[in-house]
């Protein structure tokens, strides 16, 4: 169990499905290109990963990914929809060492911090 440290946890978004939100069709392409251009297997957290969706497109690709959300729903979205990732209620304030296997993860994708930063 996350120990939830996170003024904001516990907190709902509001996802209602597993769909790509319109803004996760332009943001999808660049966060592609900032992923390394080698083919080799990556393991990637994606923190605030609401419902999933952007985790299991970086799943379909190959990489081995875990995501976490304050969001309960989010998560519960995210694991009826997406099997194949591990999906925690949890914060990037919390202690993440909690992980399987202490993982060392490849890339940390912070959607709403690389957002700014796309254009």
């Not at 996802?15 to 392409?29: D, G, M, R, T, V």
């Not at 080698?38 to 990914?65: F, P, R, T, W």
């Not at 989010?74 to 914060?91: K, L, M, T």
């Not at 990037?92 to 202490?102: K, P, S």
């Amino acid at each position: 169990m996350m120990n939830n440290i996170y003024p904001y946890q516990n907190k709902n978004y509001g996802w209602k499905n597993a769909e790509a939100l319109e803004s996760y069709l332009y943001i999808f392409p660049k966060i592609i290109q900032l992923l390394p251009k080698s083919k080799s297997k990556l393991l990637i957290l994606d923190a605030g990963c609401g419902n999933g969706y952007l985790a299991s497109q970086l799943a379909n690709m190959g990489h081995e990914v875990y995501g976490i959300d304050v969001d309960r729903d989010g998560i519960e979205i995210a694991r009826n929809h997406f099997d194949s990732i591990h999906f925690y209620v949890c914060s990037v304030y919390d202690d993440l060492t909690q992980f399987e296997n202490n993982l060392m993860l490849s890339k940390v994708l912070f959607v709403y911090f690389i957002y700014g930063n796309l254009w």
